[in-house]
């Protein structure tokens, strides 16, 4: 059991410019979640996958971005057009239903930070 | 709208001294609560969790006291460490028309300094 990775760790990119980060859950792990945490901020729901399918998506998931996960294992982030106000950490977790992931909580990857100039 | 709040930003205490941070909701329909940690650089790590059917849960140093009535939880770790120090995150969810909880909504955090 490696953890959650996620590749890569940081992102210098230049406005307007399209970035993608991959999240590599636990091998076992069949829900995978995508959260936002930005400066002061605690992390933020983007969407949730089950398996292949993705089955919620946040408000806060403009058309600008779009996520995956092909075949129910690792998923990708892709923004399109950056923008500033994208600058933030992007945090990848995963976690399986035999856990009754609340009693112990998803696995957080360590994130991605895009830093957005 | 701050659905999970946490008005603390920082506390400090003395080693071996307790810590209580707390954290306030505003959602009733949260039924599950979560406390993480997180160190710089590093994804939040969970710690502690509490059903709203419960009033306190235990684990080791840490405990977790829910009063539903004030919407108000609190975390204490006693004896407090060093190795302590970190942004602690309170969570909270709801479950969905299929039983299922797995969106979290996170309070700012506070962060806690344990000094030797």
């Known amino acids: 059991d490696t953890g959650v990775s996620q590749d890569p760790r940081h992102k210098i990119t230049k406005r307007g410019q399209n970035v993608t980060f991959r999240c590599d859950p636990i091998s076992e792990h069949n829900r995978l979640y995508w959260y936002r945490q930005t400066l002061g901020q605690g992390p933020e729901f983007l969407t949730y996958?089950?398996?292949?399918?993705?089955?919620?998506k946040s408000r806060l998931l403009s058309d600008r971005f779009s996520a995956e996960r092909p075949k129910g294992s690792f998923s990708t982030l892709e923004i399109q057009r950056t923008e500033q106000g994208d600058s933030a950490m992007y945090l990848c977790a995963s976690s399986s239903p035999g856990q009754e992931p609340l009693n112990y909580g998803y696995t957080f990857g360590s994130g991605t930070r895009l830093t957005v100039v | 709208d701050q659905q999970v709040k946490q008005n603390s930003p920082s506390l400090s205490v003395q080693e071996g001294r307790i810590s209580i941070l707390n954290c306030d909701y505003t959602n009733s329909m949260f039924d599950y609560f979560l406390w993480y940690k997180k160190y710089p650089a590093e994804g939040p790590t969970f710690l502690i969790s509490?059903?709203?059917?419960?009033d306190k849960n235990e684990d080791g140093r840490f405990t977790v006291f829910l009063n539903k009535s004030a919407k108000h939880l609190s975390l204490h770790i006693v004896p407090s460490q060093p190795g302590d120090s970190a942004v602690y995150f309170c969570?909270?969810?709801?479950?969905?028309?299929?039983?299922?909880?797995?969106?979290?909504?996170f309070g700012k955090g506070t962060l806690l300094t344990v000094n030797p």
């Open positions: 969570a909270a969810s709801r479950s969905n028309s299929g039983g299922s909880n797995y969106k979290l909504t």
């Open positions: 509490i059903s709203s059917i419960k």
């Open positions: 996958f089950q398996n292949e399918a993705q089955l919620e």
